[in-house]
């Protein structure tokens, strides 16, 4: 990064990120996306994925603040001195998962997930599922609502919520939670080496129908999905310093 960055904007549609970005892209000289040196992103958690998603092909750094609801990847906002914040930003890098699901007319689909990828009944009949781990059978016969791979940086999202590990951001683990599991009723999951391929059959696919979702890409009526990390797609985040996303992870497991 150049010591004085070229700043690129982009908001979500809530009124106050719309106002923002007005005001800082004409303070800060905006230039497109193309030309810019980081991405500044105005929103919430959501449009924070929306743009990652998005900055996929790119991969420039981004550099978000908080005007939305929860804001766990994202900066306080304050539109002073944005240039010296986000040159003196600390960097977390993380990498995608790769979902590739079959469905029942045996189409296959693939999505990436930066959080995590998750499964679910699609009805009120319990999702059956039998889980490989790099070709092994690990598990014949999960009987549950769902499960989840969670990445690092989406352990303190949805998977947190099912009560599965926050993982610190450079522990190249990967966490799989159940969602209320049934039998084994007091399975909690297990944690994985980020170069495991998670293989999820769904067993009786047509009594049991379940989708699966990677981040905002959902697919219905699935019978297998292979779940792995991309290691070639590197995205970028930044902080300010001292709040960097390790510090926020830490912070996370003592809070009660």
Request: proline content about 4%; charged content about 20%; some cysteine.
């Amino acid at each position: 990064m150049t010591a004085l960055p070229r700043l690129a904007f982009c908001a979500s549609d809530r009124p106050e990120a719309q106002a923002a970005l007005a005001a800082l892209a004409t303070r800060y000289r905006a230039v497109p996306e193309e030309e810019a040196d980081v991405l500044v992103a105005l929103g919430g958690d959501g449009f924070m994925l929306e743009t990652l998603h998005r900055n996929i092909a790119g991969m420039k750094p981004i550099y978000g603040m908080n005007l939305g609801s929860v804001g766990f990847l994202m900066n306080e906002y304050q539109a002073d001195g944005l240039i010296d914040r986000i040159v003196a930003a600390e960097r977390a890098v993380i990498h995608p998962l790769v979902m590739s699901a079959v469905d029942a007319a045996g189409a296959r689909h693939e999505a990436l997930a930066i959080n995590d990828v998750s499964l679910l009944r699609q009805t009120y009949q319990t999702a059956k599922l039998r889980i490989q781990i790099d070709g092994k059978s690990r598990m014949e016969e999960l009987i549950c609502d769902g499960v989840l791979v969670a990445t690092p940086a989406g352990s303190t999202a949805y998977n947190l919520s099912a009560h599965g590990p926050i993982i610190p951001l450079g522990g190249e683990v990967l966490a799989i939670t159940p969602i209320s599991a049934f039998r084994p009723r007091r399975w909690r999951g297990a944690l994985l080496a980020h170069t495991a391929k998670v293989t999820f059959e769904i067993l009786e696919a047509a009594k049991r129908p379940v989708s699966a979702t990677a981040d905002n890409v959902e697919v219905r009526d699935v019978i297998q999905v292979e779940v792995a990390e991309d290691r070639s797609i590197s995205l970028t985040l930044l902080f300010d310093a001292g709040h960097s996303l390790e510090e926020r992870v830490l912070t996370e497991q003592f809070t009660v």
